[in-house]
């Protein structure tokens, strides 16, 4: 029997490598999206599955639009993604950031209660959510102090997941995963900041990178390693929650140097700090510990570094020198 995965935000980073990988198991992928401009797919196009995915217009603020696509579909697997996932932005629209990340997910919850129990549940928890940490290394039984309203709204998200999976015994499960990146993530985040800067200023189209804190220090994997783990909590007997981590650190810092370099470029020359990219309350440090994910999901993160600095370099500088292929 083909089964049906559901994904909201398949238009985003990570909605675009799950559904690849879904259709490379035989899932039937339906995606759910609201309705934006016209290239909203690219990323789709980019891994090449634009054509193999099934699209719904639908909204997380728009109850019934979730409702009737999950009842239509009864699909054994949903994958919620969708949110309002730039940290910086949460600041400026910390209500619309709270009603996806937090009330969106109930209307997701809600729509399988009542239409469609048997179907299994993701929710695309973060590590923003330790905050200001409080322990060195965070694992699933660190105590929470999200510093942002993006992070509070996805507490919310998190902690209505236990409570379904508690009180209506759904299979609900939470991801609670830190920064990962690809080629694919967008150009607001510091990464893909950086790496298409460094490209820029390699083939002489931009002279300076202005950023905020470069002292920030995150625990930063590949995207397309970390929506296995989506899958693989899917696919165990008992919903649970999993911190999903590479279990090592580096500085914004850090990763400037490893991209321009990478490019025979000092970014000492280039890289200097802009006030207005500091945040109000800021994440200083994030560090997890992938043990449980390790032992019971059998995961662990395929790609190092150096190695996902490399691969994001390459493509934006392919992408400047033919734009027609991106
Ligand atoms: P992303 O690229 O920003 O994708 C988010 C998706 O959500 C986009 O497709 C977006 O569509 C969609 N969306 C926004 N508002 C919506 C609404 N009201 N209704 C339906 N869809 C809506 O984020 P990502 O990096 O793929 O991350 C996927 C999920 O994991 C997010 O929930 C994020 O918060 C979470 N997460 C990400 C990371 C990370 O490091 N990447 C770490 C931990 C958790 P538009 O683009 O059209 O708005
Ligand atoms: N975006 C950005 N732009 N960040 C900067 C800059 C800059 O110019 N300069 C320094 N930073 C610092 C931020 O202050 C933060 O400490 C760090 O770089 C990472 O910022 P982002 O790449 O924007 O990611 P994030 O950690 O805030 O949030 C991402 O990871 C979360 C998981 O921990 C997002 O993907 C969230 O959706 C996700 O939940």
């Given amino acids: 029997m083909t089964r049906t995965a559901l994904i909201t935000g398949i238009s985003g980073q990570d909605g675009a490598y799950l559904a690849r990988l879904l259709l490379d198991k035989s899932y039937r992928v339906v995606g759910l999206a609201p309705r934006r401009g016209s290239d909203m797919f690219w990323r789709l196009r980019t891994l090449g599955v634009a054509d193999d995915v099934r699209?719904?217009?639908?909204?997380?603020?728009?109850?019934?639009?979730?409702?009737?696509?999950?009842?239509?579909?009864?699909?054994?697997?949903?994958?919620?993604?969708?949110?309002?996932?730039?940290?910086?932005?949460s600041w400026e629209q910390?209500?619309?950031?709270?009603?996806?990340?937090?009330?969106?997910?109930?209307?997701?919850?809600?729509?399988?209660?009542?239409?469609?129990?048997?179907?299994?549940?993701?929710?695309?928890?973060?590590?923003?959510m330790f905050g200001k940490i409080q322990a060195p290394k965070q694992s699933e039984t660190t105590p929470f102090y999200p510093r942002s309203?993006?992070?509070?709204?996805?507490?919310?998200g998190h902690w209505i997941t236990i409570n379904y999976r508690e009180s209506f015994g759904l299979h609900a499960s939470s991801g609670i995963l830190f920064n990962h990146e690809s080629p694919?993530?967008?150009?607001?985040?510091?990464?893909?900041?950086?790496?298409?800067?460094?490209?820029?200023?390699?083939l002489g189209l931009q002279d300076k990178l202005f950023l905020g804190n470069l002292d920030a220090r995150?625990?930063?994997?590949?995207?397309?390693?970390?929506?296995?783990?989506?899958?693989?909590?899917?696919?165990?007997?008992?919903?649970?929650?999993?911190?999903?981590?590479?279990?090592?650190?580096?500085?914004?810092?850090?990763?400037?140097?490893?991209?321009?370099?990478?490019?025979?470029l000092d970014y000492q020359r280039?890289?200097?700090?802009?006030?207005?990219?500091?945040?109000?309350?800021?994440?200083?440090?994030?560090?997890?510990?992938?043990?449980k994910a390790q032992a019971r999901l059998g995961w662990?993160?395929?790609?190092?570094?150096?190695t996902l600095v490399t691969m994001m370099v390459d493509a934006d500088l392919q992408r400047l020198q033919s734009p027609a292929a991106a």
């Avoid at 209500?95 to 209660?113: N, P």
């Avoid at 662990?300 to 150096?306: A, D, F, G, H, I």
Wanted: proline fraction near 5%; charge should be negative; glycine fraction near 6%.
């Fill in 218 to 264: 995150r625990d930063w994997g590949f995207a397309g390693d970390y929506v296995d783990a989506m899958w693989r909590m899917l696919q165990q007997e008992a919903p649970d929650d999993y911190v999903v981590a590479t279990g090592v650190a580096h500085s914004v810092r850090d990763f400037c140097e490893a991209a321009f370099s990478h490019l025979g």
């Fill in 149 to 156: 309203p993006y992070g509070v709204a996805k507490l919310y």
């Fill in 270 to 291: 280039y890289v200097e700090v802009d006030p207005q990219f500091l945040r109000p309350a800021e994440v200083d440090v994030l560090l997890g510990d992938p043990a």
């Fill in 94 to 128: 910390p209500v619309h950031t709270g009603l996806i990340g937090g009330i969106g997910v109930t209307h997701c919850l809600e729509a399988i209660r009542q239409t469609s129990p048997h179907t299994r549940f993701y929710q695309a928890s973060t590590s923003e």
């Fill in 184 to 202: 694919l993530r967008g150009v607001e985040f510091v990464t893909r900041k950086i790496s298409l800067a460094a490209a820029r200023i390699k």
């Fill in 55 to 89: 699209i719904e217009y639908a909204d997380l603020n728009d109850a019934a639009s979730v409702q009737r696509i999950v009842a239509r579909e009864q699909p054994q697997e949903f994958y919620n993604l969708a949110a309002q996932s730039f940290v910086g932005t």
């Fill in 300 to 306: 662990s993160p395929q790609t190092n570094l150096k």
